[in-house]
Every structure is written in structure tokens, then in C-alpha cells.
């Protein structure tokens, strides 16, 4: 199994969860696939009726069905899922580092807990993608995800964010956004070189982040500060 399922599931996590068996059914308003889809691990012996169990979770939420596919997932499950006609979507990199430890590492300012300005900003770069809810927006769905864990919260001013999650020696980097009309200055690099530092003196010594494979300008800037592909994983789709 990859650590890395394990430590996105915890650095991310959904506020509704449903232990089955090895599988855990995510469910977060259908605010992004990692915290709406089943983090399905280990061996089953029954796979099919697992998946329809599965199925129906999610069907009497209506939501759709969505697996999240890791190195770790349960054996056979990708192939049955396409055999089911479920869309690969989203194939996502983990990209690691093996220090924290950072030079001219000053620069954004830390917070606790995400601010309303902290939120908007990310908002306004991640949250057009995100349905809306009925009885809670996709913004305070949002920010229940965020704050289900520690972290520390990375701003410059309104125009660059990120989050960082101290997990053992890991620090997991998240949330990094840029709004449009500041890109190009260098300050989503100076917002991870922040949380870089930030890690190195919480006493993290690896970090890791997690990036859409088409995303080309932040991948680009992930590999310019050290970070290489340490695993991958996709989204299975009903």
C-alpha cells in the first residue's frame, strides 16, 4: 500500500465517513472527488457486491459514484470499474521532496485557522469547480474539509494561499492558488518556499504535494523547487 492514500485520505479529510470493511465511503457535498469517493483499499474477496454497495451509499445521497485509485487500491478494482463503464478522470501526481529545508524562506504570513480573506482568495481560483449544496454552500463544505485537521495557513495579502499539514516527518502542501491578475511575480513560489520553511521548523524532513497531471504551469513550478513524481492515482467515475 502507498503511504501517500493514506496521508492525502488525512490531510484532506471528509467530514461524513463510512467505514466498509477496508473501504471508507467520503462524502463532503460533493466539494472535490478526494473527499466524495470511496477510498477503497486492501483485498475482497467480494468485490462485485462491494462496488454495489458502494453504489448505493452514494445513490441515496445522490451523488454519483466516484473510487479514488491509488497504489494501494483494492486488486482488480480499476478493471472492473471500466468493465462497469466508469470514466478515468482526473489522473493526479504525488510529487515529494525528500527536504524541507529552505533558503530566503520569509515571506507570507501564517495563520492557524484559514481567514475569510485566506478562504476567498482560494475560493476564487478552486471553487468554481465544486457543485453547489442544498443545505450547506460548497464554500462552508470547503472550509469543514480544511479544518478537520491542524494546518497552518500561508497568505500574501489577498493574492497567493496555501495550506500545509504536519503529518509525522511529511509536510502535505495543499491549496496553493495564485488569483489571475497576480500571476507571473513569483509569489505562489514564495508561498511554497514559506511553507517549506514553516515545515522545516515544525520538524518535518519530507514534504509532498498533490497536482493534476494536465496542470502544466504547477507542476512546473513544483519540479523548479525540487519536487519529483513519487506516485500517482486517478478517479474512477460512475
Same mark, same amino acid.
Given at each position: ?12 479529510? %471528509? ?13 463532503? &457535498? !460533493? ?7 470511496? =477510498? ?16 448505493? *451509499?452514494?445513490?441515496?445521497? !445522490?451523488?454519483?459514484?466516484? *473510487?479514488?485509485?491509488? #497504489?494501494?487500491?483494492?486488486?482488480? /478494482?480499476? +478493471?472492473?470499474?471500466?468493465? @462497469? ?18 533558503? !530566503? ?18 475560493? @476564487? ?17 470547503? %472550509? ?9 495557513? %500561508?497568505? /500574501? &495579502?489577498? #493574492? ?10 511529511? =509536510? ?11 500571476? @507571473?511575480? &513569483?509569489?505562489?513560489?514564495?508561498? =511554497?518556499?514559506? /511553507? ?5 521548523? +515544525? ?5 509532498? =504535494? ?15 523547487? !525540487? *519536487? ?7 478517479? @474512477?467515475?460512475?
Amino acid at each position: 500500500m502507498s503511504e501517500f492514500d493514506l496521508l492525502v485520505d488525512q490531510a484532506w479529510p %471528509a467530514p461524513h465517513r463510512v467505514a466498509a470493511v477496508d473501504w471508507v465511503y467520503r462524502h463532503a &457535498g !460533493g466539494v472535490t472527488k478526494r473527499a466524495n469517493s470511496v =477510498l477503497a483499499l486492501g483485498d475482497r474477496t467480494d468485490l462485485g457486491k462491494a462496488i454495489d454497495e458502494a453504489e448505493a *451509499f452514494y445513490a441515496d445521497l !445522490g451523488r454519483p459514484c466516484v *473510487f479514488s485509485i491509488g #497504489a494501494g487500491a483494492t486488486p482488480g /478494482l480499476d +478493471a472492473e470499474l471500466d468493465s @462497469r463503464g466508469y470514466r478515468l478522470v482526473d489522473p493526479t501526481l504525488v510529487m515529494a521532496r525528500p527536504s524541507v529545508s529552505v533558503e !530566503g524562506a520569509a515571506g507570507p504570513a501564517f495563520a492557524s485557522e484559514p481567514s475569510p480573506e485566506w478562504l476567498d482568495t482560494w475560493w @476564487r481560483v478552486d471553487g468554481g469547480r465544486h457543485p453547489e449544496g442544498q443545505d450547506i454552500s460548497a464554500k462552508a463544505w470547503a %472550509a469543514r474539509i480544511l479544518t478537520g485537521v491542524p494546518a497552518v495557513y %500561508a497568505s /500574501l &495579502g489577498a #493574492a497567493a494561499v496555501g495550506r500545509g499539514v504536519l503529518q509525522g516527518e511529511w =509536510l502535505g502542501v495543499y491549496c496553493m492558488a495564485v488569483v489571475p491578475e497576480a500571476r @507571473r511575480r &513569483g509569489l505562489g513560489a514564495s508561498v =511554497l518556499r514559506g /511553507l517549506l520553511g514553516w515545515g522545516a521548523e +515544525a520538524g518535518a524532513s519530507r514534504a509532498y =504535494l498533490v497536482v493534476t497531471e494536465a496542470n502544466q504551469g504547477a507542476r512546473a513550478l513544483y519540479e523548479r523547487a !525540487g *519536487f519529483t513524481v513519487a506516485a500517482r492515482y486517478h478517479y @474512477r467515475v460512475r
